[in-house]
């Protein structure tokens, strides 16, 4: 049904290091040390790192990598912005102008050919790239036309060897995404039972479910997921509280990694650290709970 994998099947999780007082909008990021620290921790148990934006702390990242001769290997992304406005948002957006959006157009430009240059200097170290994440789903803030995204695909491919994909919700891989992954060399689906209200008893299942309606369709095509994970905790916006904690996280995790492991499925799970930056400013958003460890680096229930 899948092809075979774009890269050896191994362990694998998004890695974002950003501490207190530290996020990419205030241009405020992890230090050497810092990223360091964290990519010591993480080495024992993980062998693939997602990173989002080719920015300083990505190149931080492949430095850490470099210099430390560490034994990671890394899909670097493009983190793209809007460049249509999407009146699905529920979180309400400002409505962009049409120069504001050509503006964005240009950024995103940018950031493709930054990809592309950053990629070819840690050309031993990133097995994969990504062209934007999560910029095609209904309700996303930066919607990307299919076309633009098809345009940004053939660009990386005429520059770089490595395999090319982009991350997205399972949904639009269904439909709206089949022009493009013509172009892709595998596809990055994300899967969230705790975001749809399921129950911990219907997660796996359900990611199962997300996973194979995708794998089915384009069965030419390897199908990876680039994101999965449970939240710990939540002001109930849009997650329940009381289905999620650390014990869910831990359950949900441990039968996704049974699962994928045993069919060799390559999952991202998401994510290596609790975010504060994220979301609202209100400590339960859940935006800020994913890690399996927290943001001081003490571990929750999965990783102990």
């Known amino acids: 049904m899948q092809s075979n994998n774009p890269f050896p099947f191994a362990k694998a999780i998004c890695y974002s290091g950003f501490r207190d007082g530290q996020s990419p909008g205030a ?10 620290s964290d990519l010591l921790l993480l080495q024992n148990d993980w062998k ?74 840690h050309t031993s170290i990133v097995n994969a790239v990504s062209i934007g994440n999560e910029a095609s789903v209904s309700w996303t803030d930066h919607m990307v036309p299919v076309e633009r995204l098809l345009e940004m695909t053939l660009q990386v491919k005429k520059h770089l060897n490595q395999p090319v994909t982009f991350c997205e919700n399972y949904v639009p891989w269904l439909d709206k995404l089949e022009p493009l992954v013509k172009e892709l060399d595998f596809i990055s689906i994300h899967t969230y039972p705790v975001w ?7 997660a796996l299942q359900y990611t199962q479910q997300n996973y194979q309606d995708v794998a089915v369709k384009y069965p030419d095509t390897p ?28 359950r949900y ?26 979301g609202s400013n209100d400590a339960q958003e859940p935006e800020k709970h994913w890690g399996l460890y927290r943001v001081d680096r003490s571990p929750k229930m999965v990783s102990q």
């Open 196 to 202: 749809e209200y399921k129950s911990i008893n219907e």
């Open 253 to 278: 995790i441990n039968e996704l990694m049974d699962w994928t492991e045993s069919s060799e499925i390559i999952t991202y799970v998401f994510e290596a650290f609790d975010e504060n930056w994220k």
């Open 48 to 121: 693939y790192l997602r990173l989002y934006d080719c920015d300083e702390h990505a190149e931080t990242v492949l430095k850490v990598i470099e210099a430390e001769n560490l034994d990671f290997k890394v899909m670097l992304g493009a983190y793209i912005v809007g460049e249509q406005n999407n009146p699905e948002c529920p979180w309400n957006p400002p409505h962009l102008t049409e120069a504001e959006l050509a503006e964005n157009a240009e950024l995103n430009n940018n950031r493709i050919e930054l990809l592309i240059e950053m990629t070819k200097t």
């Open 27 to 36: 241009g405020l990021f992890p230090t050497y040390d810092e990223v360091k």
């Open 223 to 250: 199908v990876l997921i680039s994101e999965a994970g449970w939240a710990t905790q939540s002001n109930g916006r849009g997650i329940d509280p009381s289905n999620v904690n650390e014990q869910l996280q831990k």
